[in-house]
């Protein structure tokens, strides 16, 4: 006999009226109704047992998320709490989780695009999904346009009667410079365009894209939304009709299903999200302030602070000013071995968005040689914003004295 998992009855995704930091705790799950248990439970297995026709051999045109689950590639009761604590927390329907952000921006890339189509991408944003969108994409027949998207005219201007996607990054990494998303969204919609905000910087904490009108939110769930560095995952959140696609299209043909121990980890780093995000940003906008009075920093891009070129629409657009700031010196080299070999608290590491703070150097040359190849306007945009090169500093949870001392000790 087909047993549903006690502790998850069919309950609706929560949009019942708590309120955000509540609902981070709280979305979709209920004590097991068995044990009692408050913790979530890991759902380890596989495959479920289901009553004969009941199944399906096709992912296509299923209900992928109905009970009995039948194999974990489709989905698992634990991946499902974190999709349903998902969806709460950025204001949708619905949610899909996958192995990395990387896998989620491929799915919605190959579930919405075909070929034929064009997108529209930001001229800056994740390497790996610049270089999937624009190496990778064309060899399916795809175009592909990067465009500057805190230009809303520029915007106007890419869009063809075949843009089908626009996918934008707002804080982008590296530069940390923002896109309107409400002015987004209005462009896109009125020309009957598809919109995908990655929101790995922001976390539903500072900013909700759907609230803005942006069709789908994705994450890298291995930065701000686990927070602790121990776990990958990534997902896509939006209206339930778009969110089903993605996940029989892509999802499962894929094949980059999220594991459920990293489901569990990662609901655990969620409990945590708001008081991570306020402390971090706190600690942020403290060194931001201090690292401008410092002799040996040229400049300095936090959204918090008032020398941020789009300040008001920081204020407009997200609640905190964020856990991330780049700032530039005058030999960038010689910093980054001074704080491999002086650092006592902040690690020289790739990554972001953990516990514990986080600095490298993304030197101007490299970056462009390796990744966005900008020639002209578009490189002295970017020069712009970040000169030579910029320390993206992630800034984690310690005491910000000792933050500030270890840049201190570096700086001279
Ligand atoms: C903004 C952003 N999106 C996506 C990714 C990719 O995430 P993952 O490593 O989980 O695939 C990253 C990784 O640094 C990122 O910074």
Known sequence: MYLPHPAKPAVPLAHDGLRPATRALDAGLRPDP????????????VNNVFSPGAGTFSAEGADLTAQ????ARWTNPTVRDLERRLAGLEG?????ACATGVAAIAAVFLAVLKGGDHLIISDVCYAGAYELATRVLPGFGIEVTAVNLSDLDAVRRAIRPNTRLIHAESPCNPLLRLTDLAGLAAIARA???MTSVDSTLATPVLTRPLAHGIDLVIHSLTKFMNGHGDALGGAVIGRSEVVSRIRSQSGVYLGATLGAQNAWLILRGIDTLYPRLRLASENSLTLAQWLEGQGAVSRVVYPGLD?????DLARRQMDLGGGMLTFQVADPSAMAVRMAERFRVIHYAFSLGHQRSICVLIPTAEIQASTYRMEGAAL?????????GVFRLSVGLEDVADLRDDLARVLG
Do not use: F, K
Not at 307 to 311: A, D, F, I, K
């Open 380 to 388: 002295e945009e970017y020069r712009a914003w970040a000169g030579d």
């Open 191 to 193: 020309a009957g365009v």
């Open 92 to 96: 949708g329907e619905d949610a899909l």
């Open 34 to 45: 068995v044990t009692g248990a408050i913790a979530p439970n890991i759902s380890m297995s």
């Open 68 to 71: 009995p689950y039948l194999y």
């Open 307 to 311: 020398s941020h070129p789009q300040r």
